[in-house]
Protein backbone atom coordinates (compact mmCIF):
# COMPACT_ATOMS: atom_id res chain seq x y z
CA UNK A 1 0.00 0.00 0.00
CA UNK A 2 1.68 3.48 -1.15
CA UNK A 3 1.42 6.26 1.49
CA UNK A 4 2.13 9.91 0.72
CA UNK A 5 3.43 11.66 3.33
CA UNK A 6 1.59 14.39 4.18
CA UNK A 7 4.49 16.10 5.53
CA UNK A 8 2.83 19.10 7.85
CA UNK A 9 0.96 16.52 9.91
CA UNK A 10 3.54 14.50 10.35
CA UNK A 11 5.88 17.71 11.50
CA UNK A 12 3.21 18.77 13.82
CA UNK A 13 2.64 15.55 15.23
CA UNK A 14 6.40 15.24 15.86
CA UNK A 15 6.58 18.23 17.40
CA UNK A 16 3.99 17.66 20.85
CA UNK A 17 5.18 14.01 21.05
CA UNK A 18 6.55 12.92 24.40
CA UNK A 19 5.38 16.02 26.16
CA UNK A 20 3.36 13.98 28.51
CA UNK A 21 -0.07 15.06 26.43
CA UNK A 22 -2.35 12.61 24.64
CA UNK A 23 -2.56 13.46 20.87
CA UNK A 24 -6.31 12.90 19.14
CA UNK A 25 -5.95 13.54 15.50
CA UNK A 26 -9.68 14.48 14.57
CA UNK A 27 -11.32 15.46 11.69
CA UNK A 28 -14.23 14.09 8.63
CA UNK A 29 -14.39 10.65 7.84
CA UNK A 30 -12.23 10.14 4.43
CA UNK A 31 -9.93 13.18 5.29
CA UNK A 32 -6.95 10.57 5.77
CA UNK A 33 -6.55 10.22 9.35
CA UNK A 34 -5.66 6.49 8.87
CA UNK A 35 -2.67 7.23 6.57
CA UNK A 36 -1.56 9.71 8.77
CA UNK A 37 -1.56 7.43 11.60
CA UNK A 38 0.04 4.96 9.59
CA UNK A 39 2.92 6.92 8.21
CA UNK A 40 3.41 8.37 11.85
CA UNK A 41 3.89 4.70 12.29
CA UNK A 42 6.30 4.03 9.56
CA UNK A 43 8.27 7.57 10.71
CA UNK A 44 8.80 6.36 14.46
CA UNK A 45 10.02 2.71 13.61
CA UNK A 46 12.24 4.93 11.43
CA UNK A 47 13.59 7.75 13.65
CA UNK A 48 13.41 5.44 17.35
CA UNK A 49 14.61 1.99 16.33
CA UNK A 50 14.28 0.99 20.17
CA UNK A 51 10.69 2.10 20.31
CA UNK A 52 7.48 0.03 21.11
CA UNK A 53 4.70 0.29 18.95
CA UNK A 54 1.00 -0.99 19.31
CA UNK A 55 -1.00 -0.08 16.38
CA UNK A 56 -4.40 -1.15 16.26
CA UNK A 57 -6.51 -0.63 13.51
CA UNK A 58 -10.61 -2.34 13.18
CA UNK A 59 -9.02 -4.12 9.61
CA UNK A 60 -6.45 -5.96 11.72
CA UNK A 61 -7.43 -9.60 13.80
CA UNK A 62 -6.25 -7.25 17.23
CA UNK A 63 -8.92 -4.74 16.66
CA UNK A 64 -11.33 -6.90 15.86
CA UNK A 65 -10.78 -8.29 19.66
CA UNK A 66 -10.55 -4.47 21.09
CA UNK A 67 -14.08 -3.89 21.53
CA UNK A 68 -14.44 -1.99 24.93
CA UNK A 69 -12.10 -0.41 27.47
CA UNK A 70 -10.73 -3.24 29.62
CA UNK A 71 -9.77 -5.55 26.66
CA UNK A 72 -7.54 -2.09 24.83
CA UNK A 73 -5.94 -1.69 28.53
CA UNK A 74 -5.37 -5.58 29.40
CA UNK A 75 -3.89 -5.60 25.55
CA UNK A 76 -1.54 -2.40 25.67
CA UNK A 77 -0.41 -2.93 29.01
CA UNK A 78 1.12 -6.52 27.93
CA UNK A 79 2.20 -4.88 24.60
CA UNK A 80 3.94 -1.94 26.27
CA UNK A 81 5.88 -2.89 29.42
CA UNK A 82 6.27 0.45 31.80
CA UNK A 83 9.87 2.23 31.17
CA UNK A 84 10.00 1.62 27.77
CA UNK A 85 9.79 3.90 24.72
CA UNK A 86 6.30 3.18 24.35
CA UNK A 87 3.46 4.31 21.42
CA UNK A 88 -0.13 3.85 21.36
CA UNK A 89 -1.55 4.47 18.02
CA UNK A 90 -5.67 3.83 17.74
CA UNK A 91 -7.30 4.56 15.08
CA UNK A 92 -11.04 5.23 14.97
CA UNK A 93 -10.83 5.41 18.82
CA UNK A 94 -14.90 5.90 19.20
CA UNK A 95 -15.59 2.38 17.82
CA UNK A 96 -14.25 0.94 21.41
CA UNK A 97 -16.45 1.32 24.38
CA UNK A 98 -15.87 3.81 27.38
CA UNK A 99 -12.49 3.79 25.72
CA UNK A 100 -11.83 7.06 27.96
CA UNK A 101 -11.42 4.68 30.78
CA UNK A 102 -8.59 2.88 29.26
CA UNK A 103 -6.69 6.15 27.82
CA UNK A 104 -7.08 7.47 31.43
CA UNK A 105 -5.34 4.89 33.37
CA UNK A 106 -2.50 4.55 30.40
CA UNK A 107 -1.82 8.06 30.70
CA UNK A 108 -1.83 7.79 34.49
CA UNK A 109 0.80 5.12 34.44
CA UNK A 110 2.87 6.84 32.57
CA UNK A 111 3.17 3.91 30.06
CA UNK A 112 3.15 5.03 26.37
CA UNK A 113 2.31 7.93 24.43
CA UNK A 114 -1.08 7.76 23.36
CA UNK A 115 -2.15 8.90 19.70
CA UNK A 116 -5.66 8.18 18.15
CA UNK A 117 -8.00 9.52 15.75
CA UNK A 118 -11.51 9.99 15.69
CA UNK A 119 -14.17 10.80 13.33
CA UNK A 120 -17.04 12.56 15.29
CA UNK A 121 -15.78 16.09 17.17
CA UNK A 122 -18.57 15.04 20.04
CA UNK A 123 -16.56 12.80 21.46
CA UNK A 124 -13.37 15.05 21.86
CA UNK A 125 -15.75 18.17 22.89
CA UNK A 126 -17.79 16.64 25.71
CA UNK A 127 -16.23 12.93 26.79
CA UNK A 128 -12.43 13.57 26.35
CA UNK A 129 -13.01 17.52 27.65
CA UNK A 130 -14.66 16.03 30.54
CA UNK A 131 -13.06 12.95 31.89
CA UNK A 132 -9.52 13.30 30.67
CA UNK A 133 -9.66 17.44 31.16
CA UNK A 134 -6.12 19.33 29.59
CA UNK A 135 -4.65 16.33 29.15
CA UNK A 136 -4.93 16.00 25.19
CA UNK A 137 -3.75 17.75 22.84
CA UNK A 138 -6.73 18.41 19.30
CA UNK A 139 -4.69 18.09 15.91
CA UNK A 140 -7.62 18.60 13.44
CA UNK A 141 -6.94 16.72 10.03
CA UNK A 142 -8.54 18.47 6.86
CA UNK A 143 -9.04 17.14 3.62
CA UNK A 144 -6.44 17.75 0.98
CA UNK A 145 -4.73 21.62 0.43
CA UNK A 146 -4.32 22.74 -3.37
CA UNK A 147 -0.82 22.01 -2.86
CA UNK A 148 -1.54 18.59 -1.64
CA UNK A 149 -4.10 18.12 -4.24
CA UNK A 150 -1.89 18.07 -7.24
CA UNK A 151 1.10 15.52 -5.49
CA UNK A 152 -1.39 13.10 -5.26
CA UNK A 153 -3.23 13.34 -8.05
CA UNK A 154 0.37 13.86 -10.12
CA UNK A 155 -0.89 16.83 -11.86
CA UNK A 156 1.26 20.41 -12.68
CA UNK A 157 0.02 23.41 -11.01
CA UNK A 158 -1.95 24.94 -13.85
CA UNK A 159 -5.08 27.02 -14.17
CA UNK A 160 -6.95 23.37 -15.29
CA UNK A 161 -5.76 21.53 -12.19
CA UNK A 162 -7.06 24.75 -9.60
CA UNK A 163 -10.61 24.20 -11.55
CA UNK A 164 -10.07 20.23 -10.33
CA UNK A 165 -9.50 20.68 -6.96
CA UNK A 166 -12.29 23.48 -7.04
CA UNK A 167 -15.15 21.03 -8.98
CA UNK A 168 -13.57 17.82 -6.89
CA UNK A 169 -13.01 18.84 -3.68
CA UNK A 170 -9.71 17.29 -1.39
CA UNK A 171 -10.73 14.02 -0.48
CA UNK A 172 -7.88 11.93 -1.09
CA UNK A 173 -9.48 8.58 -1.84
CA UNK A 174 -9.81 10.50 -4.93
CA UNK A 175 -7.08 9.85 -6.47
CA UNK A 176 -8.33 6.08 -7.37
CA UNK A 177 -10.41 7.61 -9.53
CA UNK A 178 -10.70 9.22 -13.22
CA UNK A 179 -11.25 12.78 -11.64
CA UNK A 180 -12.76 13.86 -15.35
CA UNK A 181 -15.46 10.95 -15.04
CA UNK A 182 -18.30 13.27 -13.05
CA UNK A 183 -20.30 10.14 -12.26
CA UNK A 184 -17.12 8.25 -10.82
CA UNK A 185 -16.37 11.29 -8.60
CA UNK A 186 -20.05 11.39 -7.97
CA UNK A 187 -20.18 8.05 -6.67
CA UNK A 188 -17.52 8.56 -4.57
CA UNK A 189 -18.27 11.37 -2.85
CA UNK A 190 -22.07 9.62 -2.46
CA UNK A 191 -21.11 7.52 -0.94
CA UNK A 192 -18.18 9.26 1.70
CA UNK A 193 -21.87 11.71 2.59
CA UNK A 194 -23.69 8.60 3.53
CA UNK A 195 -21.51 7.23 5.58
CA UNK A 196 -20.85 10.02 7.76
CA UNK A 197 -24.73 10.82 7.70
CA UNK A 198 -25.42 7.47 8.58
CA UNK A 199 -22.80 6.58 11.25
CA UNK A 200 -21.92 9.90 12.92
CA UNK A 201 -25.34 11.63 12.35
CA UNK A 202 -28.43 9.35 11.91
CA UNK A 203 -27.45 6.70 14.17
CA UNK A 204 -25.22 8.61 17.05
CA UNK A 205 -28.34 11.25 17.44
CA UNK A 206 -30.95 8.82 16.62
CA UNK A 207 -32.05 11.18 14.11
CA UNK A 208 -36.09 10.08 13.01
CA UNK A 209 -37.31 12.58 10.14
CA UNK A 210 -33.68 11.78 7.90
CA UNK A 211 -35.72 13.26 5.02
CA UNK A 212 -35.44 16.75 6.25
CA UNK A 213 -32.19 15.94 7.39
CA UNK A 214 -31.04 15.68 3.59
CA UNK A 215 -32.92 18.56 2.95
CA UNK A 216 -31.23 20.93 5.48
CA UNK A 217 -27.49 19.95 4.12
CA UNK A 218 -28.56 20.58 0.74
CA UNK A 219 -29.99 24.01 2.23
CA UNK A 220 -26.84 24.98 4.13
CA UNK A 221 -24.77 24.41 0.80
CA UNK A 222 -26.43 26.01 -1.51
CA UNK A 223 -26.31 28.84 1.23
CA UNK A 224 -23.01 29.03 1.29
CA UNK A 225 -21.53 32.11 2.52
CA UNK A 226 -24.91 33.63 3.38
CA UNK A 227 -25.60 34.26 7.28
CA UNK A 228 -28.32 31.78 8.11
CA UNK A 229 -29.90 30.99 11.28
CA UNK A 230 -32.37 27.91 12.75
CA UNK A 231 -35.16 30.46 12.63
CA UNK A 232 -34.58 31.78 9.30
CA UNK A 233 -33.93 27.91 7.87
CA UNK A 234 -37.24 26.26 9.84
CA UNK A 235 -39.61 29.74 8.46
CA UNK A 236 -38.39 28.77 4.85
CA UNK A 237 -38.50 24.99 5.35
CA UNK A 238 -42.28 25.54 6.89
CA UNK A 239 -43.15 27.93 3.62
CA UNK A 240 -42.01 24.82 1.50
CA UNK A 241 -44.47 22.47 3.35
CA UNK A 242 -42.30 20.87 6.29
CA UNK A 243 -43.27 21.35 9.75
CA UNK A 244 -40.10 22.27 11.40
CA UNK A 245 -39.38 23.62 14.87
CA UNK A 246 -36.51 26.01 15.21
CA UNK A 247 -35.34 23.83 18.07
CA UNK A 248 -35.40 20.56 16.02
CA UNK A 249 -33.23 22.78 13.40
CA UNK A 250 -30.79 24.18 15.72
CA UNK A 251 -30.42 20.24 16.62
CA UNK A 252 -29.72 18.77 13.40
CA UNK A 253 -27.19 21.38 12.16
CA UNK A 254 -25.25 20.84 15.69
CA UNK A 255 -25.50 16.93 14.45
CA UNK A 256 -23.81 18.23 11.51
CA UNK A 257 -21.64 20.12 12.48
CA UNK A 258 -20.30 17.73 15.33
CA UNK A 259 -19.67 14.99 12.23
CA UNK A 260 -17.90 17.86 10.98
CA UNK A 261 -19.35 18.36 7.38
CA UNK A 262 -19.72 21.66 7.89
CA UNK A 263 -18.78 24.36 10.23
CA UNK A 264 -19.81 27.62 11.65
CA UNK A 265 -17.69 30.62 11.08
CA UNK A 266 -19.12 33.13 13.83
CA UNK A 267 -19.48 37.06 12.89
CA UNK A 268 -17.26 39.30 14.50
CA UNK A 269 -17.72 43.29 15.14
CA UNK A 270 -14.71 44.90 14.38
CA UNK A 271 -15.45 48.21 15.76
CA UNK A 272 -16.51 47.15 18.88
CA UNK A 273 -14.69 43.96 19.31
CA UNK A 274 -17.16 41.26 20.22
CA UNK A 275 -18.73 38.56 18.72
CA UNK A 276 -22.44 38.28 17.35
CA UNK A 277 -24.11 34.98 18.71
CA UNK A 278 -26.78 34.62 16.04
CA UNK A 279 -26.61 34.17 12.27
CA UNK A 280 -23.62 32.33 11.53
CA UNK A 281 -22.15 31.86 8.31
CA UNK A 282 -21.78 27.64 7.62
CA UNK A 283 -18.78 26.42 5.22
CA UNK A 284 -18.19 22.80 4.14
CA UNK A 285 -14.92 20.99 5.71
CA UNK A 286 -14.52 19.55 2.28
CA UNK A 287 -16.03 21.58 -0.54
CA UNK A 288 -16.32 18.47 -3.22
CA UNK A 289 -18.66 16.99 -0.67
CA UNK A 290 -20.94 20.71 -0.88
CA UNK A 291 -20.61 20.49 -5.06
CA UNK A 292 -22.40 17.36 -4.69
CA UNK A 293 -24.92 18.16 -2.80
CA UNK A 294 -25.67 21.28 -4.93
CA UNK A 295 -25.44 19.24 -8.67
CA UNK A 296 -21.80 19.82 -9.36
CA UNK A 297 -22.97 23.35 -10.40
CA UNK A 298 -19.52 24.84 -10.06
CA UNK A 299 -20.22 28.09 -12.90
CA UNK A 300 -23.27 28.76 -11.00
CA UNK A 301 -21.43 29.10 -7.38
CA UNK A 302 -17.99 29.61 -7.91
CA UNK A 303 -17.72 32.29 -5.44
CA UNK A 304 -19.39 30.28 -2.62
CA UNK A 305 -16.27 27.49 -3.46
CA UNK A 306 -13.85 29.62 -3.77
CA UNK A 307 -14.82 31.20 -0.21
CA UNK A 308 -14.78 27.96 1.16
CA UNK A 309 -11.40 27.10 0.33
CA UNK A 310 -10.39 30.05 1.20
CA UNK A 311 -12.10 29.58 4.67
CA UNK A 312 -10.48 26.00 4.96
CA UNK A 313 -6.68 27.55 3.63
CA UNK A 314 -6.75 29.43 6.83
CA UNK A 315 -8.06 27.16 9.11
CA UNK A 316 -5.64 24.02 7.84
CA UNK A 317 -2.69 27.01 8.95
CA UNK A 318 -3.96 27.14 12.27
CA UNK A 319 -6.11 30.23 12.15
CA UNK A 320 -9.59 30.94 13.88
CA UNK A 321 -11.87 32.64 11.06
CA UNK A 322 -14.39 34.96 11.46
CA UNK A 323 -16.69 37.76 9.21
CA UNK A 324 -15.72 40.70 10.04
CA UNK A 325 -18.61 43.20 10.11
CA UNK A 326 -17.96 47.10 10.60
CA UNK A 327 -21.02 49.12 10.46
CA UNK A 328 -22.91 48.97 6.90
CA UNK A 329 -19.59 46.73 5.43
CA UNK A 330 -18.50 42.79 5.46
CA UNK A 331 -15.02 41.80 5.78
CA UNK A 332 -14.95 38.30 4.13
CA UNK A 333 -12.84 37.16 6.68
CA UNK A 334 -11.14 37.81 9.19
CA UNK A 335 -7.95 35.59 10.56
CA UNK A 336 -5.96 35.50 13.96
CA UNK A 337 -3.76 33.18 14.73
CA UNK A 338 -1.06 34.18 17.98
CA UNK A 339 -0.64 38.10 17.52
CA UNK A 340 -1.55 37.63 14.30
CA UNK A 341 -4.10 39.05 12.17
CA UNK A 342 -5.35 39.83 9.01
CA UNK A 343 -7.95 40.48 6.59
CA UNK A 344 -9.18 38.58 3.44
CA UNK A 345 -12.00 39.62 0.57
CA UNK A 346 -13.18 37.22 -1.68
CA UNK A 347 -13.76 37.27 -5.13
CA UNK A 348 -14.30 35.75 -8.47
CA UNK A 349 -13.59 38.42 -10.58
CA UNK A 350 -12.59 42.50 -10.36
CA UNK A 351 -14.37 42.85 -13.74
CA UNK A 352 -15.65 46.19 -12.88
CA UNK A 353 -14.61 49.37 -10.74
CA UNK A 354 -17.36 49.05 -9.09
CA UNK A 355 -16.28 45.21 -7.75
CA UNK A 356 -12.88 47.04 -7.03
CA UNK A 357 -14.42 49.95 -4.63
CA UNK A 358 -16.78 47.51 -3.22
CA UNK A 359 -13.87 44.72 -2.50
CA UNK A 360 -10.72 47.24 -1.94
CA UNK A 361 -12.86 49.66 0.15
CA UNK A 362 -14.23 47.33 2.77
CA UNK A 363 -10.80 46.56 3.33
CA UNK A 364 -9.34 50.38 3.37
CA UNK A 365 -12.39 51.05 5.84
CA UNK A 366 -10.24 48.95 8.39
CA UNK A 367 -8.37 51.38 10.21
CA UNK A 368 -5.40 49.44 11.60
CA UNK A 369 -2.03 47.80 10.08
CA UNK A 370 -2.91 44.55 9.87
CA UNK A 371 -2.08 42.83 6.36
CA UNK A 372 -5.06 42.85 3.64
CA UNK A 373 -5.91 40.51 1.14
CA UNK A 374 -8.28 40.47 -1.68
CA UNK A 375 -8.15 36.58 -3.23
CA UNK A 376 -9.46 36.71 -7.16
CA UNK A 377 -10.04 34.82 -10.16
CA UNK A 378 -7.96 36.94 -12.17
CA UNK A 379 -4.99 36.04 -14.19
CA UNK A 380 -2.43 39.09 -12.51
CA UNK A 381 -2.71 39.89 -9.12
CA UNK A 382 -0.30 42.93 -7.87
CA UNK A 383 -1.14 46.60 -6.39
CA UNK A 384 -4.30 48.14 -7.64
CA UNK A 385 -4.41 51.97 -8.13
CA UNK A 386 -5.89 53.69 -5.29
CA UNK A 387 -5.57 51.04 -2.89
CA UNK A 388 -1.70 51.07 -1.95
CA UNK A 389 -0.88 48.76 0.98
CA UNK A 390 -4.00 46.46 -0.07
CA UNK A 391 -2.72 43.12 -2.08
CA UNK A 392 -4.38 41.72 -4.78
CA UNK A 393 -4.01 37.93 -4.78
CA UNK A 394 -4.52 35.07 -7.84
CA UNK A 395 -6.41 32.59 -5.83
CA UNK A 396 -3.93 29.73 -6.98
CA UNK A 397 -1.06 31.87 -5.45
CA UNK A 398 -2.87 32.06 -2.16
CA UNK A 399 -4.31 28.62 -2.34
CA UNK A 400 0.26 27.75 -1.76
CA UNK A 401 0.76 30.40 0.51
CA UNK A 402 2.03 29.60 4.33
CA UNK A 403 1.00 32.55 6.33
Not at 87 to 108: F, G, H
Not at 160 to 176: F, K, M, N
Not at 180 to 202: A, C, P
Not at 219 to 235: E, H, L, M, Q, R
Amino acid sequence: MEIIRRQTYIDHIVSVMDKNMMLVLVGQRRVGKSYILLDLKAWIEENIPTANILYIDKEQKIGDEVMDAETLYRVAADKLPIGGRNYLLLDEVQNIDNYQDALRSLYAEERCQIIVTGSNAYIYSSELGTRLGGRYIEIPIFSLSYSEFLVFHNLPDTEESLHAYLRIGGLPGLRYFDIEDNRQVSDYLQGVYTTIMMRDVVERANIRNATFLTNLAKFVADTTGKPISPTNISNTMCSQGYKITKAITSDYLEYMTNALVFKPVLRYDLHGKRLFEQNFKYYFTDHGIRNYLCGFKVRQSIEKIMETVVCNHLRMQGFEVTIGTLRNREVDFVAERDEQQMYFQVTYLLASQETIDREFGNLKAINDQYPKYVVSMDPIGGEVEGYPGIHHVRLRDFLKMNF
